[in-house]
């Protein structure tokens, strides 16, 4: 038994610091971003861990209006699919760009988002 | 493999109700069991979707709870949840229960509740069908999803609100002529327009309300359907999945699972789209609709807005697709809307549909989309 070359909790760990991780299969070089013990190209076993530059663009993006509970403060906010530039996608909160300004294909970096319960999750801001 | 027919359907009006889900699939699935003449004491199994009776009824084991409300409490029941296609998938293993011929009679259907709790707590409840890791701590919800699909179906095909919202007028156009719709009442493309934003680029005329209802169906083999009036056979029912999180779909534009699904039902069934004659598909959201007549293959690619701007998909148009208005005018009740399609396409190839009848229906299609588009079942049905 191995353990798996990064966990959902350790790539959250590393996102608070700033750096986003991917795993690359060792077989047929397939990017994935979350953790997976498959490569769901090749069916491998045998993942290395990545680290990405952070930088993409915005694929497609809304504006959430009515928000889940937990959310309700902050309307309006941005949410965006994002291709980052080693082909992988990743969905994350807009922050810190005008909402007027979001049209598909803007270049973006990721950040991370500490929330008030100190939970991290995955934000995009200006290049 | 033996054929499988539907011989009776049940649906409750959709909409705001005081009574438990349980209550509102009991009303349905005792009509289904009138409508289809068999005696209670023949269903050898209830298939059944339910999906937030834990977070708004703190009701889990919805299954037998179902039954009991009923009164058939000693039938096997298994509750399916696939997110809003859960009663379209408790369909189709019932269908391949009898196909296998372990049983000849088996009752399906599905039920909701959630008008009893604020849209908030329902925004927040639907939203569990994201994945809670990767998804849902961002604020995504439901209207998002689709909204992130709908813009990139612009981007890539140019596809406007206004086409958008021709499939919200047409589907409460439809709603107005079912006396079971939530919405009776026909709308205008400025009334869409005009509506507030939900999730940019959706409105709230995008959107399919939240709905309590139930809906009921009872399938029988071929040896017991001869014996009733009109047996609507199952052509085919097929089932797909695809990624859960939005960053690993390639395309959002496009919904392979949709694709997939089609692609196995039209094979199971013999037939391809033209042979269909009236559809009822998974308009949670206008977006929704359009992307679907193009997964379905009853449009190219790109071509489902212009379409529905044309009127290709109305009452009287090529290829009617929502006679009953839909989810958006009908109502969604998230755990029933799959066996309520199959009800409304059962009533329409009966030649039953009043106001709404697709005049001259022999084939009819279903479609059911499960949450972020990671379950989608279709399946097909022919009159003899």
């Known amino acids: 038994m191995t353990e798996p070359a990064i966990t959902a909790r350790a790539f959250f760990e590393k996102a608070r610091a700033g ?18 013990e498959l490569c769901p ?8 861990p990545v680290v990405l530059a952070g930088d993409g663009t915005i694929a497609s993006f809304t504006v959430i209006r009515v928000a889940p509970r937990a959310h309700a403060a902050d309307v309006p906010y941005a949410i965006a699919v994002v291709q980052l530039k080693e082909g992988v996608s990743l969905l994350g909160r807009i922050v810190d760009i005008p909402l007027e300004k979001l049209v598909v294909g803007l270049p973006v970096r990721f950040r991370p988002l500490i929330g008030k319960d100190l939970t991290t999750s995955v934000g995009f801001g200006p290049a | 493999m033996r054929r499988v027919a539907v011989i009776g359907v049940g649906v409750t009006k959709f909409g705001l109700h005081d009574r438990t889900s349980a209550e509102l699939f009991a009303e349905a699935a005792r009509d289904a069991l009138n409508d289809s003449g068999v005696p209670a004491s023949a269903v050898q199994a209830l298939y059944y979707g339910n999906v937030v009776g834990g977070e708004t009824e703190h009701q889990l084991h919805t299954g037998p709870q179902a039954a009991s409300v009923l009164g058939i409490p000693a039938v096997p029941t298994t509750r399916f949840e696939t997110a809003c296609a859960s009663s379209h998938a408790a369909f189709r293993h019932a269908v391949m229960e009898i196909a296998a011929g372990v049983s000849d009679v088996v009752l399906v259907g599905g039920a909701e509740r959630v008008l009893n709790v604020s849209t908030a707590e329902s925004t927040e409840y639907f939203a569990y069908a994201s994945d809670a890791v990767w998804e849902q ?42 006396p079971k719709a939530q919405f009776q009442k026909p709308i205008t493309i400025e009334q869409v327009l005009k509506s507030a934003y939900v999730a940019d680029p959706l409105k709230l005329f995008d959107c399919c309300p939240f709905s309590d209802g139930g809906a009921a169906l009872v399938l029988a083999s ?15 029912s097929a089932a797909a999945s695809d990624w859960m999180l ?41 977006i929704a609709e359009i992307v679907a007549t193009e997964g379905l293959g009853l449009f190219e690619p790109g071509a489902g807005g212009r379409a529905a701007e044309k009127g290709l998909t109305g009452l009287g148009g090529e290829i009617p697709v929502n006679p009953s208005g839909g989810l958006k005018a009908k109502g969604h009740p998230i755990g029933a809307t799959g066996a309520a399609q199959v009800a409304e396409i059962v009533t329409q190839l009966r030649g039953e549909a009043g106001p709404r009848q697709v005049e001259g229906a022999r084939k009819g299609l279903t479609h059911t989309l499960g949450g972020n588009t990671a379950t989608v ?8």
């Not at chain 1, 750096?19 to 971003?33: D, F, K, N, V, Y």
């Not at chain 2, 071929?222 to 085919?236: D, N």
């Open chain 1, 19 to 36: 750096q986003l991780t991917a795993i690359r299969c060792s077989s047929c070089g397939e990017l994935s971003i979350p953790p997976r």
């Open chain 1, 41 to 48: 190209n090749c069916h491998a076993q045998s993942w290395q």
């Open chain 2, 377 to 384: 079942l279709v399946s097909l049905f022919g009159r003899d």
């Open chain 2, 246 to 286: 939005l960053g690993d779909k390639r395309d959002l534009s496009r919904v392979p699972a949709t694709e997939r699904a089609a692609a196995a039902a039209y094979r199971q069934a013999g037939i391809g789209p033209t042979d269909v004659d009236v559809v009822e598909l998974h308009d949670c959201f206008t």
């Open chain 2, 222 to 236: 071929e040896e017991v359907a001869r014996k009733h009036r009109k047996p609507i056979w199952v052509l085919g």
């Open chain 2, 137 to 178: 701590p961002l604020g995504l919800t439901f209207p998002g999803v689709f909204a992130l699909i709908a813009r990139a179906h612009m981007q890539k095909h140019g596809t406007t609100e206004a086409q958008m919202a021709a499939v919200a007028v047409k589907n409460h156009r439809h709603g107005a002529l079912n």
